[in-house]
């Protein structure tokens, strides 16, 4: 009786998986973000969406792959078959969800610069920064350039060209420090 119950967990999971992408991919039904939130840094965090339709059919079609090739490849019981199937079914659905999962983010762009990448980063005085005003600075986080009005935190001027880092951001206006780390 437990084999025919892994062969149709095997089945129901390999069929909605093949739907699903049948469906995903050649009708562009669109995907599922479920599970995937963010850090405490504002990137995107892996979860393991244990409840999601795909999760669950990647769980089942592995449980009863592995049930069967612990019952019938490897002769072993019904307890020890399914002693086999369930934690590498488990294994194998988390490591599927996170595969899927770094393909996906790896394929989105974005133009977003989060405020935490900026604070430290290096950059160049565009338009000159005078003694307690406001000047622009480009800043490349990430491959990706980020502009903004600027003041040096300590109220000196800064040439354009020179050299800056980035201490914090108020509001669109990057606070940074004309010192280099050599001279403190």
Not at 131 to 156: M, N
């Amino acid at each position: 009786m437990l084999s025919i119950t892994y062969i149709t967990l095997a089945m129901l999971g390999c069929g909605y998986i093949a739907v699903s992408a049948f469906l995903g991919h050649v009708l562009d039904v669109g995907t599922d973000d479920a599970g995937h939130g963010l850090d405490a840094a504002g990137h995107p965090a892996f979860h393991f969406p244990l409840f999601s339709p795909m999760a669950l059919a990647t769980l089942a079609a592995a449980t009863g792959g592995y049930g069967l090739i612990g019952k019938h490849g490897l002769d072993l019981g019904d307890g020890a078959s399914l002693a086999l199937a369930l934690p590498a079914a488990l294994v194998t659905a988390w490591a599927v969800t996170y595969v899927v999962y770094r393909i996906a983010r790896s394929s989105r762009a974005t133009s977003e610069i989060h405020t935490a990448d900026l604070v430290g980063a290096p950059a160049e005085v565009i338009t000159p920064i005078p003694a307690g005003g406001l000047g622009e600075v480009a800043a490349i986080v990430d491959g990706q350039r980020f502009t903004s009005a600027a003041r040096e935190q300590d109220g000196l001027a800064v040439g354009r060209g020179q050299q800056v880092r980035v201490v914090k951001l108020l509001g669109g206006t990057m606070v940074v420090s004309a010192r280099t780390e050599e001279a403190r």
